[in-house]
């Protein structure tokens, strides 16, 4: 079993920053990639970043030039730096994790999620 724990949600004014971190612990033998995906109030769940093994990094299109995804493969840790923050962004955000257990057993593991509240 894999456990993911973000941390670091909160309350935030507008144009303010916020920095969350997922760290991926137990049975891991290797992670392939790591994200963020939120969900606001009415509305789909959405990618946010991602970052996989080789570094390469996706952005969402509401995330770029504001947001910063990065990854401590040493700690099994991914981080999104949150920057001019907005109402919009308003939203629980979930760590995802795809990781191998085994050479050939691998599945996706989500965090509980932390909440981002951004007030205008």
């Known amino acids: 079993q894999v456990q993911v724990v973000e941390s670091g949600g909160g309350l935030v004014q507008a144009g303010g920053s916020l920095r969350l971190s997922c760290a991926a612990s137990g049975n891991i033998f290797r992670i392939i990639a790591m994200g963020w995906y939120r969900r606001a109030p009415g509305k789909q769940r959405e990618l946010v970043a991602q970052?996989?093994?080789?570094?390469?990094?996706n952005y969402a299109d509401s995330s770029k030039g504001r947001f910063t995804i990065s990854r401590d493969n040493a700690k099994n840790t991914v981080y999104l730096q949150m920057n001019s923050l907005a109402p919009e962004d308003t939203a629980v955000y979930y760590c995802n994790v795809y990781v191998y257990t085994s050479v050939t057993a691998h599945d996706v593991y989500w965090g509980q999620g932390t909440q981002v509240t951004v007030s205008s």
């Open positions: 970052i996989n093994s080789g570094g390469g990094i």
